[in-house]
């Protein structure tokens, strides 16, 4: 079935420093990737989405890149601020499927 | 609009009470979704409806039961807790049918069954 595997945290970086969160998927088909985010106390919000293979998403200064020939969705940011601490999940859905596989989440938090 | 909405925000159960969860969406979505979220474990689906007057078990529906009461609303309900549904319970709902729209979640409800 499908899966997806990222990066175990908790993440710690100081503010202005670079971020990837690694995240790699098996899945049958032609897979949709999106990265969610959760802030303390709230829902999940998506990030950012990809649809096809070598599409790049981008949100508030984040960007991740399909990359089918090494199955894998890295989430990275140029310079963190601690606004986006927050765990961050990826996810999958198949073609013609919405159903989601997330990923266990990656906390991650930013120190001034 | 005010997305998708679940009531109540906290809960407190003794292991046998019943309890039912509302979530409410408002952006005419087709599809709407229940899942927990535990430590260590990402989101987990329990069940979904991929339309009105249907239902389907997720990964984990063992102990749940769902209501599709119309396109509106999708309520879960426990009929009769045990400390292992101490969780976090998401409801999201989504256009649906292709595999590349967003899912819109709730806020969560924090359930602690003692």
């Known amino acids: 079935g499908d899966s997806v595997t990222q990066m175990e945290g908790p993440v710690t970086l100081s503010e202005e420093a670079f971020l990837t969160i690694n995240c790699t998927y098996t899945?049958?088909?032609?897979?949709?990737l999106f990265w969610y985010v959760q802030y303390p106390g709230e829902g999940l919000q998506l990030l950012l989405k990809a649809t096809k293979a070598d599409d790049k998403g981008s949100n508030k200064g984040f960007e991740a890149t399909y990359r089918k020939e090494t199955t894998s969705f890295h989430l990275e940011k140029g310079s963190v601020q601690v606004s986006d601490s927050a765990v961050y999940f990826c996810?999958?859905?198949?073609?013609?499927?919405?159903?989601?596989?997330f990923g266990t989440g990656t906390r991650l938090t930013i120190i001034p | 609009n005010a997305g998708v909405t679940q009531t109540p925000k906290f809960q407190v159960l003794k292991t046998g009470q019943s309890m039912t969860l509302q979530c409410a969406q408002d952006m005419n979505h087709n599809s709407m979704y229940w899942y927990r979220q535990d430590p260590g474990m990402g989101l987990r689906l329990i069940y979904y409806s991929a339309s009105e007057g249907t239902t389907d078990k997720g990964e984990v529906p063992n102990g749940y039961n769902v209501s599709r009461l119309n396109k509106r609303e999708f309520s879960l309900r426990l009929e009769s807790a045990a400390p292992s549904q101490t969780s976090v319970y998401f409801c999201a709902s989504i256009t649906g049918g292709r595999g590349t729209d967003t899912q819109y979640f709730g806020p969560g409800t924090r359930l602690t069954v003692l």
């Open positions: 899945a049958t088909g032609y897979p949709s």
């Open positions: 996810a999958l859905a198949n073609f013609g499927n919405e159903k989601l596989t």
